[in-house]
């Protein structure tokens, strides 16, 4: 794909971003990290452990001092670059949680990063100085449990919460579509002036682009309902009839979103499964 890997991009004053070369169904053309700050930087979302990639942040870090590396969340295209950026800046990791342990068992599947270990969690509203400027957490779970957003001066650093390319993956058990929806309005009440997702171009109207993501999975639940309340139906039916033509290394994940979107409603008391199917109560 033709995209800018491995170099360092200056989208405004003070904000710099640096592609992967990860590209895939999820990522797209890659994660996207962000170095904010002047003469000391911060890096958003080092991303996948690969040696260009590292040396490419080094070499947009250029020498000055790294007051910490955040990661929005642990998914192994996100975390993974964060130890060995440490390692060669030295660097403290700052930002979102370990993943959370159900008492039952991990909420963690493989495309979770299991070696995170962050030295400091920041929790809603807690910040980091860069240049004498806050960067602040907003804590913003769905897409996974832990996942945060920050923001900066007005810009907010949207992780995998929204992306510009394609809507969020919410896929259990860590993935909530309850906690997704809720984190959705929670944007649509701050005032960003734009964002910087991890995957895709920014979005200059967030409030406007937010409304949207709402809507489309309103919709996209009332389409479910609809499709339980003609018949009970096992999930792949559902994929099949809700997402036409789609792109089949993606059924997985549609089937994911499905079964978010179901657990809510069943939460709701509006579906109810019985053995593989699920029909409207
Ligand atoms: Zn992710």
């Known amino acids: ?3 800018p890997y491995a170099q360092q991009e200056q989208l405004e004053p003070g904000i710099g971003r640096v592609l992967a070369h990860n590209a895939s169904a999820f990522t797209y053309t890659g994660t996207q990290s962000y170095l904010i700050g002047a003469d000391e930087v911060a890096v958003i979302d080092p991303g996948p452990d690969l040696p260009e990639h590292l040396d490419a942040l080094e070499k947009a870090i250029g020498g000055r001092r790294v007051v910490a590396i955040m990661c929005t969340h642990t998914h192994r295209d996100h975390s993974p670059a964060a130890r060995p950026l440490a390692n060669r800046t030295g660097a403290p990791i700052v930002g979102c949680a370990p993943l959370a342990l159900e008492t039952v068992g991990p909420r963690a599947d493989a ?20 240049n004498g400027k806050p960067i602040t957490a907003v804590s913003t779970p ?3 449990s832990n996942h945060l957003c920050f923001a ?18 919410v896929v259990p058990p860590d993935g909530d579509m309850a906690a997704y929806m809720q984190s959705l309005e929670k944007l649509r009440q701050r005032d960003d002036r734009i964002y910087y997702p ?4 920014p979005v200059t109207n967030p409030q406007q682009y937010v409304r949207s993501l709402i809507g489309h999975r309103m919709q996209r639940e009332r389409q479910i309902l609809r499709l339980v309340t003609e018949r009970a139906r096992p999930i792949p039916d559902i994929v ?3 997402y036409p033509g ?21 939460r709701r008391g509006l579906v ?3 053995q593989d199917s699920w029909n409207a109560v």
Not at 246 to 266: F, I, K, N, T, Y
């Open 198 to 201: 991890a995957h895709g171009a």
């Open 111 to 130: 495309s979770f990063d299991g070696d995170y270990g962050p030295d400091r969690v920041l929790d809603e509203g807690e910040t980091v100085q860069i």
């Open 240 to 242: 099949a009839n809700a």
């Open 272 to 274: 109810e499964q019985r």
């Open 1 to 3: 794909m033709d995209a």
């Open 246 to 266: 789609l792109d089949p290394r993606l059924v997985p994940a549609a089937g994911g979103s499905v079964l978010a979107h179901l657990l809510d409603l069943e």
């Open 142 to 144: 769905g897409h996974t």
């Open 152 to 169: 900066y001066e007005g810009a907010l650093f949207t992780g995998d919460h929204v992306m510009s390319w394609s809507t969020t993956v």
